[in-house]
């Protein structure tokens, strides 16, 4: 009989090992109101559920834990739970917080009503080729609601900004992918000619049903994957970088590997340790990319996610944007 009971409580010990459901109930912060389809997804994947008309939501995290969990909703900032949060095995309970946009500076405005059109169009032309890359790929993008963005100008005159009244609706042909952009920020840098933008995205493979060109899609999704920060981080995860022909170096140009830059805690999270500087060649010094710390570690996973916000990038990896991204259960094969 007590053999029978531990085989029991084994098998649902496991249960509740593989098979991590979170549960919770999203509101309006300011009314306390249940949101209605919400959505609640990780980030950069096709993997995500919504909200009913009580705000509840169920949703299957066993194959993505421990990536961080994003809620969005029209006309809200995001939020983002991290594992540590969403895994306690009690209902969450999360507040969305309404978005304000700052349009009370320099909107961007002309008397010639032709003028004012042919400036938009620049600027759109702009975002685009920050916000999609310039690459054929981002060249096949389209963004079907362009019309919800907005232009103005900070108190500086010097910072553009880009707002989003909707989440952004991206078809990438090339990569056979619908995107939604919740776009929380964008910042154009006349001066200097730099920008930062920020935001939280779900992918969706519709493109790519009973769809003739299946196979040369999945060809520029390989080819798009390989020498990407996606397919390094896959790389690094299982100490392959050599192989897959990744070339790490300091910056003193000094060689290094696996056991120099990463480092795990007792719950078996990796994390890419600080070197202050790390440069990145793919097979050739032509394609050399560079990270800079901001975080003294930085967490990132099998799957090729790692904490965007723990390192800067420059160079050819930080020349890949939306229209080059893949989602994080992208299967390369």
Request: a positive charge.
């Amino acid at each position: 009989m007590r053999k029978t009971i531990l085989i029991f409580l084994f098998i649902s010990l496991s249960l509740v090992a593989y098979n991590q459901v979170v549960k919770g109930t999203v509101f309006d912060q300011k009314t306390h109101e249940a949101i209605f389809s919400a959505t609640v997804y990780f980030n950069g994947t096709t993997v995500g559920t919504l909200t009913d008309e009580k705000g509840n939501f169920v949703f299957d995290v066993t194959k993505n834990a421990p990536m961080p969990l994003t809620v969005s909703m029209l006309g809200y900032n995001s939020t983002t739970l991290n594992s540590t949060t969403y895994l306690t095995g009690n209902p969450l309970i999360i507040h969305l917080t309404p978005k304000v946009y700052e349009l009370n500076e320099f909107v961007i405005k002309s008397n010639d009503h032709a003028r004012e059109r042919k400036y938009n169009l620049f600027l759109l032309f702009l975002f685009k080729n920050e916000f999609l890359g310039t690459s054929a790929n981002a060249r096949n993008c389209d963004i079907l609601n362009e019309d919800d963005i907005t232009f103005n100008y900070g108190a500086d005159r010097d910072t553009l900004k880009a707002y989003a009244s909707e989440p952004l609706q991206i078809i990438n042909r090339k990569l056979g992918y619908k995107i939604t952009y919740y776009l929380d920020k964008f910042e154009y840098y006349k001066r200097n000619k730099s920008f930062v933008y920020k935001g939280n995205l779900i992918f969706n493979e519709d493109l790519t049903t009973n769809n003739p060109e299946k196979p040369v899609i999945e060809r520029r999704r390989k080819n798009a994957y390989r020498g990407s920060r996606m397919h390094f981080f896959r790389s690094l995860w299982v100490n392959k970088l050599e192989k897959t022909g990744f070339v790490v170096n300091n910056l003193n140009n000094e060689f290094v590997d696996y056991k120099d830059i990463v480092v795990e805690d007792d719950k078996h999270q990796k994390f890419l340790a600080n070197q202050k500087y790390l440069g990145i060649c793919y097979y050739s010094k032509m394609t050399t990319s560079h990270i800079k710390f901001i975080k003294e570690k930085v967490l990132f996973n099998k799957n090729g996610y790692f904490d965007e916000s723990g390192i800067s990038w420059d160079g050819k990896m930080a020349d890949k944007r939306i229209g080059d991204q893949l989602p994080y259960d992208y299967i390369d094969q």
